[in-house]
């Protein structure tokens, strides 16, 4: 799977986690009705079944991810929140996704 699709594929991903715990969050913090946790549970549900489309082990897959879902909350941050992130959050969302590419691109064989 090259770079791009990889990138793509943890985008979705980490958008539907987002949306599964932000959505709780505002039932809980904001007193928005309760029906908000009904798709916040098929967010979470749509987001364990995008991890399985990826073809590395689990634990390498959920460690590639991370760096992706670093830079989208951050993106969430600013779009949705609207705080705009620090020069530091954006430095620290670059590491991240390099890391991402580091750990999804590795060769094939490779241990």
């Known amino acids: ?3 791009v699709r990889v990138a793509a594929l943890f985008i979705v991903t980490a958008l539907a986690e987002i949306v599964g715990c932000y959505l709780p969050l505002l039932v809980l913090r904001q007193g928005k009705s309760a029906w908000l946790l009904l798709p916040a549970a ?10 399985t489309l990826h073809p590395s082990a689990a634990g390498r897959t959920y460690a ?4 992706m879902y670093i830079a989208v909350a951050l993106a969430w941050l600013y779009l949705v929140d609207g705080v705009a992130p ?3 959050d954006v430095a620290g969302a670059g590491v991240a996704l390099v890391g991402m590419a580091i750990i999804a691109m590795q060769p094939s064989g490779v241990e």
């Open 64 to 67: 590639a991810y991370g760096g």
């Open 1 to 3: 799977m090259g770079l």
């Open 42 to 51: 098929s967010s979470l549900a749509l987001f364990a079944w995008l991890l």
């Open 86 to 88: 620090t020069r530091w």
